[in-house]
């Protein structure tokens, strides 16, 4: 027995996923067309000699079926992906266009919808009505945010600020 296996028998990371189906059907930035996003729930957990060492992490992703392009989805998010799973299958059933499906997943208050926009399409500037790339988060004209892009904006501020504020800190030691 090798150093390595016992080591792996010793401590181990273990992580698995769940696939909970088809959720939306969207355009994908990196297939650069409509696909399938498949709601993913994972739970990961360090084991010692077997034993949990800490609580399970949850995660969960609206994921690409065909490249596998995700995007996070929070906890306190997870009844939103139910929402849009449930326009996703009246439009499944024929009960809904996909010029009015589209409008009903807009109205869905979720960060990964935004985010998920932010990526796959272009949007018109609600000031200027300039008309802005797919990944702008501010008008390229006016420097206006992307409508629902602030909280996504000051969100990715409060992350540097706090990865620069424990940088300093460690470096500090």
Known sequence: ?????????????????????????????????VQDFHFITGIGQFKLFGMPFNAP??????RCKKCSFDVKIEPEEQPLADAVRAITDRLSNGTLSSS????????????FMAAIRAVS??????GCKEENPMGFVECWNCQKPMPGAEDIVAEAQAKEKEAAEKAAAEAGK
């Open 1 to 33: 027995m090798n150093i390595l296996s016992l080591f792996s028998f010793i401590a181990k990371l273990s992580y698995e996923e769940k696939d909970h189906g088809r959720t939306l059907v969207w355009q994908c930035h990196r297939c650069g067309d």
């Open 100 to 111: 009015t499906y589209k409008a009903e997943i807009e109205t869905v208050p979720a960060h």
């Open 121 to 126: 399409e272009n949007w018109q500037c609600p």
């Open 57 to 62: 992490h949850r995660t969960a992703y609206m």
